[in-house]
């Protein structure tokens, strides 16, 4: 049902639901929807990466140089064509701290750092582990994220930020000073304006990207009747040079160390989260599966060469990435694009794209949001089990009220406690008498979870003689199950019963010291490899057992 959810949101947003079998060919029309695809994701980019900047309280062009290197480096070298990378609010967030309290400097040798860590992730694979991420905890971050794009949006219907706290909370926004009247009216009228533009124009023509038509056709008509609305140029002068070389001006000494460490894990994790989740659901709406490793490697790399050219880092971002994704971008050629057009912008274009009112670049947004949020996960919370509900509340609320790397660690505790606790009342025992033998054919998992429900299936007073007990449809798991199976043969040794044990594996053979000496083996015995420690394997088998 959560799978289907998540292809009803790709059917909702116009994307064909088909695997590529191989490299898609670039012919002309493909270039052109792949290089206009970039064009509308680098104008989105633009009041993204500034905004994020100075969340961080670094100069605008930290941020538009992040977007740029880390955008192009991922765009080319990325896990999944089509995904875009730039500066993010999830490690603004992060960062704030640090450049307040020690400076930019000290932010640029963080990211290096931060870098290195994601490369070791990749190398080491640890990419894979995303796999451990439920559904539910993929439609919460789905959700969570879409409600935080929203509300970020919401600060360019102001007229004054939020007073600053040291505890903001993410409802704080709501205490800025609001436009009023006709200000507000024609803010209002067009943001719809925007987003009637990008629903209607599929219905129209499939030559220009919506989202394009929409920016373009608000700013044609606020430029050409002078209408007095807010611009990018109101943020921030976005005109630049090329990012210049700059080796980051810290001390190089453990106080260094002590100083960036703590920051540099926490904003590696919070990237690789959020890239891997975004690479995840990418997959999910083109039908594509695996670069995990090569994002973490992708994102690692572009990150340290950041840090190196005076930005404040990045990640994937799921927003744009679904403009691009929604433009019909499928190559990696849209990401480079945009990664281009960001830094012309930077360089040559920046008179023209400050002109650009931001209520057509909040209306674009806003339509991401709509089909961000994966609204069939509420039409199915009536369906689909009580703890699988509560873990999209939950991660949603988590990443809206926190952040986004835990909410998916608390989503995916929280996932991994109702599976064990499930499996470990699904161990159960059939048993049969024959003569003088009763015979335990034992179903479910054995593990940690189940070890004392194992325990309570033996009558071990009121069996007979000789006492079988067959594993042939269980799975033994771990060490506390191996220590169960220990201790129901001591049981049955001290009230001189004999016991058998039937489809063991030799992994346990050789890692059971009583019980192992009771095994019977058999052709048809099971083979798995046991997830113990292989200090108490070879304690085993060093001790002669």
């Not at 860590?117 to 190398?123: C, D, K, R, S």
Request: hydrophobic share 50%; glycine share 10%; net charge negative.
């Amino acid at each position: 049902m959560i799978r289907t959810a998540l292809s009803d949101f790709a059917d909702r947003i116009n994307i064909p639901a088909r695997r590529r079998t191989g490299p898609m060919t670039f012919t002309p029309n493909r270039i052109k929807i792949e290089v206009l695809a970039g064009l509308t994701v680098a104008l989105a980019l633009v009041p993204e990466a500034v905004a994020f900047a100075l969340v961080a309280g670094v100069e605008p062009l930290v941020g538009l140089y992040a977007a740029f290197i880390v955008g192009l480096i991922t765009a080319v070298f990325g896990g999944r064509p089509g995904m875009i990378s730039g500066a993010t609010g999830a490690l603004a967030v992060v960062m704030v701290s640090l450049v307040a309290s020690h400076g930019v400097e000290y932010l640029f040798a963080t990211v290096v750092l931060m870098g290195v860590l994601q490369i070791a992730a990749g190398v080491f694979r640890l990419g894979k582990f995303i796999r451990l991420v439920p559904h539910p905890v993929m439609l919460g971050f789905v959700n969570g994220l879409a409600i935080v794009i929203g509300m970020a949006q919401l600060s360019q219907f102001q007229t004054a930020p939020p007073p600053p706290t040291d505890h903001p909370g993410p409802f704080h926004i709501l205490n800025g000073t609001w436009m009023e009247g006709s200000q507000l009216i024609l803010m209002l009228g067009l943001v719809a304006l925007t987003m009637f533009l990008i629903w209607v124009t599929p219905k129209i023509t499939k030559a220009v990207p919506a989202p394009l038509a929409g920016i373009g056709i608000v700013a044609a008509l606020v430029i050409g009747f002078g209408i007095d609305v807010r611009t990018v140029g109101d943020m921030s002068s976005i005109a630049g040079g090329l990012p210049p070389f700059h080796v980051p001006e810290v001390p190089l000494n453990f106080e260094t160390l002590e100083i960036i460490v703590p920051y540099a894990v926490i904003l590696a994790a919070i990237g690789l989260i959020e890239s891997l989740l975004t690479l995840n659901l990418v997959g999910e709406i083109v039908e594509e599966r695996g670069g995990a490793s090569q994002e973490c490697v992708a994102q690692g790399v572009a990150n340290t060469v950041t840090g190196f050219f005076g930005g404040m880092g990045g990640c994937a971002m799921i927003g744009q990435s679904m403009i691009n994704i929604k433009s019909g971008a499928r190559t990696r050629l849209s990401g480079i694009t945009a990664a281009l057009f960001l830094l012309a912008f930077i360089l040559f274009g920046s008179g023209l794209i400050e002109r650009i009112p931001l209520a057509a670049l909040v209306g674009v947004m806003f339509m991401v949001v709509i089909g961000t949020f994966a609204w069939e996960s509420i039409k199915i919370m009536a369906r689909v089990p009580r703890i699988d509900a509560f873990v999209i509340v939950l991660v949603t609320v988590v990443t809206v009220w926190h952040d986004l790397a835990v909410a998916v660690v608390v989503g995916v505790i929280v996932s991994a406690l109702a599976y064990s606790w499930n499996a470990s009342r699904r161990i159960d025992a059939r048993t049969e008498t024959i003569g003088d033998t009763k015979v335990y054919r034992l179903t479910g998992p054995l593990f940690f979870g189940s070890a004392e429900g194992f325990a309570e299936l033996f009558d071990i007073k009121g069996d007979p003689q000789n006492v079988i007990v067959d594993f042939d449809d269980s799975r033994v798991v771990d060490q506390s199950a191996l220590q169960a199976i220990e201790a129901l043969a001591a049981k049955y040794m001290a009230a001189g019963k004999t016991l058998q044990l039937r489809h063991l594996t030799r992994d346990c053979h050789d890692l059971l010291s009583t019980a192992g000496q009771l095994m019977v083996d058999s052709d048809d015995d099971p083979e798995y490899g046991l997830a113990v420690d292989y200090g108490v394997r070879l304690g085993r088998l060093g001790s002669g057992h």
